[in-house]
């Protein structure tokens, strides 16, 4: 028997409330009360926290022993500046990459000439010795510019990640860099191309007079992307580093590295002539949507008939933010997002939103994003079979619930056996049915099929519904046969947290390009 779980709540125990923390307010402790009846109850505390600052990519201008030069810091959470400038106890701090702990070094900030959530702009002085890699690091005095407070239980810190930047370059050479046979510049994309494959990175050292470039380099890739987890985790930062160790080549060869794995994301090639670092050349490692027909192929061949359906629902298709393309407000024009993969709260990416997407090649491989949708509708389904009276899985949970309404009805006398569901038109061409070994009569002991429907009419099992809800969570599944405090029925709960019915939604939608109903919940 399925006696359902939670329920509304006793009158007058609990309350939930949304709480909308304006960008420009100070981080720390407030306190909350509710209101009832015209009684305040008492204060209870909570925090508003801050998130780490991340570093995203630096751009610097030529860099000299004993010379000044500048820097600009791309990135977010540096939080808020004062007047445009930093404020107290937000700062920058050069350090030697060698270095465990980024403090200081012979390469000094000398003053800072704008500072944002996103951007900074700074001034450096290099020490007469100074030469080589050099890191920088941000510290944030929180979003409101007011003072770091860590978010509990999430261990952010006031203080970013390291970005390198190079002193003591040769001003007569230049990089070359090229990305599937075309000219790369710099903050710009590489592209994943649609079949997927990774992109075809070439860097080469040219002169600027022509001469023969001679001697040595060192070559590497560091990539970096932030990928968000559920809350309260904090975002997690995936490195890929081509190669492991700096490659040797000589200096008159172009550097081609193979890049095996599928990743994205910031990238910094990182570079040096005859041993001495160079300016690092960012970019990044975009994306490329597959066309609609390679990816319906892909979707239409998995044993689930609504996997088209789910992936239209979910992001029109859609692996990367791309406009035109995915509507998401992550991927909306001013987001800077072009290219990444879709993402939406709480932590879903790609095609098939995961949540989680555990490795690098789910975000930035849309056929393992594909691949990976099926393998969790898998695990959501479970076996066409009756496992145990605890598995919540969708197939084995309806038949559970068919098992049980059959074996009640066997008991009753026909005047108090149940009756089926009712059959669900959600959509057109999308209902939901309880199979019986014959027309539903309580006399003559009509009782519920175990087995699927074969889809003729658009007509499918109560163990599809269930699944389709499964894959966006629920509190409650689809539907459930229930036997509770004297009483037995069919209860139906096609809502959730984001949706009134998500299951319409999925079987509403047609396309690509999409065109999905939104049930408000």
């Given at each position: 028997?399925?006696?359902?779980?939670?329920?509304?709540?006793?009158?007058?125990?609990?309350?939930?409330?949304?709480?909308?923390?304006?960008?420009?307010?100070?981080?720390?402790?407030?306190?909350?009360?509710?209101?009832?009846?015209?009684?305040?109850?008492?204060?209870?505390?909570?925090?508003?926290?801050?998130?780490?600052p991340?570093?995203?990519?630096?751009?610097?201008?030529?860099?000299?022993?004993?010379?000044?030069?500048?820097?600009a810091?791309?990135?977010?959470?540096?939080?808020?500046?004062?007047s445009?400038?930093?404020?107290?106890?937000?700062?920058?701090?050069?350090?030697?990459?060698?270095?465990?702990t980024?403090?200081?070094?012979?390469?000094?900030?000398?003053?800072?000439?704008?500072?944002?959530?996103?951007?900074?702009?700074?001034?450096?002085?290099?020490?007469?010795?100074?030469?080589?890699?050099?890191?920088?690091?941000?510290?944030?005095?929180?979003?409101?510019?007011?003072?770091?407070?860590?978010?509990?239980?999430?261990?952010?810190?006031?203080?970013?990640?390291?970005?390198?930047?190079?002193?003591?370059?040769?001003?007569?050479?230049?990089?070359?860099?090229?990305?599937?046979?075309?000219?790369?510049?710099?903050?710009?994309?590489?592209?994943?191309?649609?079949?997927?494959?990774?992109p075809?990175?070439a860097?080469?050292?040219?002169?600027?007079?022509?001469?023969p470039?001679?001697?040595?380099?060192?070559?590497?890739?560091?990539?970096?992307?932030?990928?968000?987890?559920?809350?309260?985790?904090?975002?997690?930062?995936?490195?890929?580093?081509?190669?492991?160790?700096?490659?040797?080549?000589?200096?008159?060869?172009?550097?081609?590295?193979?890049?095996?794995?599928?990743?994205?994301?910031?990238?910094?090639?990182?570079?040096?002539?005859?041993?001495?670092?160079?300016?690092?050349?960012?970019?990044?490692?975009?994306?490329?949507?597959?066309?609609?027909?390679?990816?319906?192929g892909v979707?239409?061949?998995?044993?689930?008939?609504?996997?088209?359906?789910?992936?239209?629902?979910?992001?029109?298709?859609?692996?990367?933010?791309?406009?035109?393309?995915?509507?998401?407000?992550?991927?909306?024009?001013?987001?800077?997002?072009?290219?990444?993969?879709?993402?939406?709260?709480?932590?879903?990416?790609?095609?098939?939103?995961?949540?989680?997407?555990?490795?690098?090649?789910?975000?930035?491989?849309?056929?393992?994003?594909?691949?990976?949708?099926?393998?969790?509708?898998?695990?959501?389904?479970?076996?066409?079979?009756?496992?145990?009276?605890?598995?919540?899985?969708?197939?084995?949970?309806?038949?559970?619930?068919?098992?049980?309404?059959?074996?009640?009805?066997?008991?009753?006398?026909?005047?108090?056996?149940?009756?089926?569901?009712?059959?669900?038109?959600?959509?057109?061409?999308?209902?939901?049915?309880?199979?019986?070994?014959?027309?539903?009569?309580?006399?003559?002991?009509?009782i519920?099929?175990?087995?699927p429907?074969?889809?003729?009419?658009?007509?499918y099992?109560?163990?599809?519904?269930?699944?389709?809800?499964?894959?966006?969570?629920?509190?409650?599944?689809?539907?459930?046969?229930?036997?509770s405090?004297?009483?037995?029925?069919?209860?139906?709960?096609?809502?959730n947290?984001?949706?009134?019915?998500?299951?319409?939604?999925?079987?509403?939608?047609?396309?690509?390009?999409?065109?999905?109903?939104?049930?408000?919940?």
């Amino acid at each position: 028997m399925n006696t359902p779980s939670g329920g509304p709540p006793p009158a007058a125990s609990s309350a939930q409330a949304s709480i909308t923390v304006s960008p420009a307010a100070a981080s720390g402790t407030y306190q909350i009360s509710v209101t009832a009846f015209g009684a305040e109850s008492n204060r209870v505390d909570f925090i508003v926290g801050d998130s780490t600052p991340v570093i995203n990519y630096i751009t610097q201008q030529p860099l000299q022993p004993g010379q000044q030069g500048s820097i600009a810091i791309y990135g977010a959470n540096f939080g808020a500046g004062c007047s445009g400038l930093a404020c107290p106890g937000a700062s920058i701090a050069v350090c030697r990459s060698v270095d465990g702990t980024c403090a200081s070094s012979d390469v000094t900030p000398l003053a800072v000439s704008l500072w944002s959530d996103t951007q900074i702009n700074a001034t450096l002085r290099a020490g007469p010795l100074a030469s080589g890699f050099y890191d920088v690091q941000v510290t944030s005095a929180g979003a409101a510019g007011m003072g770091f407070t860590p978010v509990p239980g999430a261990s952010t810190s006031s203080k970013s990640n390291r970005k390198s930047i190079a002193v003591n370059t040769n001003p007569n050479l230049r990089l070359q860099v090229t990305s599937n046979g075309s000219a790369l510049s710099e903050n710009s994309c590489a592209y994943i191309t649609a079949a997927p494959a990774m992109p075809q990175i070439a860097a080469s050292i040219v002169s600027n007079d022509g001469s023969p470039v001679s001697g040595t380099a060192t070559w590497q890739i560091v990539t970096t992307f932030e990928r968000k987890n559920r809350p309260p985790s904090p975002p997690a930062t995936d490195t890929s580093t081509v190669p492991s160790s700096p490659a040797p080549l000589a200096a008159n060869q172009a550097w081609q590295p193979a890049l095996e794995s599928f990743f994205g994301g910031y990238a910094q090639l990182k570079w040096t002539y005859n041993g001495n670092a160079q300016p690092p050349f960012n970019f990044r490692i975009c994306g490329t949507n597959p066309d609609y027909a390679a990816v319906g192929g892909v979707l239409e061949a998995m044993p689930y008939w609504f996997a088209k359906k789910l992936a239209l629902h979910e992001t029109n298709m859609s692996q990367f933010c791309e406009p035109g393309r995915m509507e998401a407000s992550y991927c909306a024009s001013g987001n800077g997002n072009f290219g990444w993969p879709v993402f939406g709260v709480p932590a879903g990416y790609g095609m098939m939103q995961l949540d989680p997407a555990a490795t690098a090649d789910l975000l930035w491989n849309w056929r393992a994003n594909a691949e990976g949708g099926k393998t969790l509708l898998d695990l959501l389904a479970g076996p066409m079979q009756f496992t145990n009276n605890q598995d919540g899985r969708a197939y084995p949970f309806w038949i559970r619930q068919v098992q049980e309404w059959n074996r009640y009805n066997s008991r009753q006398p026909p005047s108090q056996r149940v009756a089926p569901p009712p059959d669900r038109q959600e959509t057109g061409n999308c209902r939901f049915v309880l199979p019986l070994n014959k027309p539903w009569d309580a006399n003559r002991d009509s009782i519920g099929l175990e087995t699927p429907t074969d889809g003729t009419g658009s007509t499918y099992w109560f163990g599809d519904a269930i699944l389709i809800k499964s894959y966006h969570g629920a509190r409650f599944h689809y539907v459930s046969w229930v036997e509770s405090g004297g009483k037995a029925y069919w209860s139906f709960h096609p809502e959730n947290s984001v949706s009134a019915n998500t299951v319409q939604e999925v079987c509403s939608c047609t396309g690509p390009p999409r065109s999905c109903l939104r049930l408000e919940p």
